[in-house]
């Protein structure tokens, strides 16, 4: 009997089927490895607080968030400034954290994300909320908190549609989560998303050092 295989040509080393099961083995393993460190690395950079991220602590919605271009990346980015709490409370970090969050799960709670777009993701119906805290439709600053709780408690009498003739829905949040919402909307539109959305124009700013809101 002849043993299997006796008749084939030897073939190179690099060639040999085991050569490459064994390439394939160690890349498969190693970027294995690769995909976990970046999960933990990523895991640190979208962290709200973490020095390597830009995803600001919760307590950043006691400042004032300003945007400016930076001309070394080429694109505007959140500038987080002197204080100026949301609703004229300081709160601490957890506090704030817990305020941040009930914003977060009540946008979730009632799919604001099934018109509107949130760091991108969700529908095009409405605009996207990313920077709705900058956004220059609240006219100024110091106005902006009032028409704001004023628009998410009623966005039918208060409907500014900015043409499009779209409106939106009466959420019936509470005032409490009315706050949540805003304090959300503020902490999101300081996380720095690489100039996403593109082109974006914040509502006249003055100078960040100078106080204010
Ligand atoms: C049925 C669609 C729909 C749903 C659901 C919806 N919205 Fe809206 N929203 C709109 C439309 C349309 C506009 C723009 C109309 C306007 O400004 O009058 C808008 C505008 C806004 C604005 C102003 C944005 C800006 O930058 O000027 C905010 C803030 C907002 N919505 C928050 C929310 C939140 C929070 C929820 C969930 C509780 C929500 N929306 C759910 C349709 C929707």
Known sequence: ??????????REWWASEDFWRKCAIFVTGFMALVLVMLTFHTLTVIEAGS????????SVINHR??????????????VIGPPAPLFGEMLSEEEARR????????????????????LG????YAPDLTKAWLDPGWGNESAREILMTRFLDDPIANARTFGTGRR???????????????AYLKWMSAIDTNGFPHGFTPLPQGPLTGGGR
């Open 1 to 10: 009997m002849v043993a299997e295989g006796a008749d084939e040509p030897r």
């Open 99 to 118: 305020l941040v969050d009930h914003g977060k799960l009540t946008v979730q709670a009632r799919n604001c994300m099934n018109c509107h777009t949130l």
């Open 65 to 78: 968030i300003g945007y400016e271009f930076d001309e070394q990346r080429n694109f505007a980015v959140p």
């Open 168 to 182: 939106m829905p009466d959420p019936n949040l509470t005032e409490a989560e009315l706050r949540g919402v805003i």
């Open 51 to 58: 020095e390597a991220g830009r995803v600001p602590a919760y």
């Open 121 to 124: 993701n969700g529908a095009y």
